[in-house]
């Protein structure tokens, strides 16, 4: 089931184009028990018309992100930060047993779907990076899943790896939504993720992968990021 944020409360979709409105609450998506009661209230409730416009669907939660997940982006960033000697970098973050993970930003800098990201006016290089994002309960169970776009300033971090937080968070720097997918069972390796860039009706870039090609499970990326850290409002990957 999908879960929707507007200013004035949650919808939680029962049909294509009806959903129930939930009372807003700061404590909804840290629930572990989110697909439960999502599913008594889609039961009990009387559907009506999902509204037009959503927020991005987070509350207080922090927002964190793993690098190099794919043989593709170790590639890519090898290449960029050859020229600074930071290349070797990333080979072993991609080879080691310890994944790269970092912070993202705070709710307050992230937007919605659809609304504007911005970029560094001290960078030259800027880029949306598509990611599939977990919604993860303060118990560390992977509750959902949504899109987001980390936006990256790609010639800070490739001129040395130190400067990536400079490069990764700054005022929206971070988009996400519409919806949530809530799912009682994780998604199975074999999902495959789409990706297409339109301008205009042109699509100028078209690709596709699945979770099975990821380096390192969700699960254990989730578990690595818990570790030795809490989370009491829960968080994003």
């Known amino acids: 089931m999908l879960l929707y944020r507007t200013t004035s409360e949650w919808w939680v979709e029962t049909a294509p184009g009806v959903g129930i409105p939930i009372p807003a609450a700061n404590s909804l998506t840290t629930r572990e028990d989110l697909f439960e009661y999502l599913e008594k209230v889609s039961r009990e409730g009387v559907s009506k018309p999902l509204p037009q416009e959503f927020l991005a669907p987070i509350e207080e939660q922090e927002v964190w992100a793993a690098g190099v997940t794919y043989f593709r982006s170790r590639a890519a960033r090898m290449a960029e930060s050859e020229s600074a000697g930071g290349g070797d970098f990333y080979d072993r973050v ?41 919604l993860v309960s303060p118990g560390g169970k992977i509750l959902g899943y949504t899109v987001g776009n980390d936006m990256s300033s790609r010639d800070l971090e490739g001129a040395n790896p130190l400067y990536l937080p400079q490069a990764k968070t700054y005022d929206k720097c971070c988009a996400l939504g519409p919806g949530i997918l809530i799912r009682r069972d994780p998604l199975p390796s074999s999902t495959t993720i789409d990706l297409k860039i339109r301008r205009g009706p042109e ?25 030795e850290s809490s989370f009491p409002k829960g968080c994003f990957l």
């Open 94 to 134: 991609y080879s080691a047993e310890r994944p790269e993970l970092f912070f993202k930003t705070t709710a307050h800098r992230v937007v919605g779907s659809g609304a504007a990201v911005r970029i560094r006016r001290d960078s030259k290089w800027n880029v949306p990076e598509p990611e599939l994002t977990l």
């Open 203 to 227: 699509t100028v870039f078209q690709s596709s992968t699945t979770l099975a090609e990821m380096k390192r499970g969700l699960e254990e990326l989730v578990g690595f990021l818990f570790r």
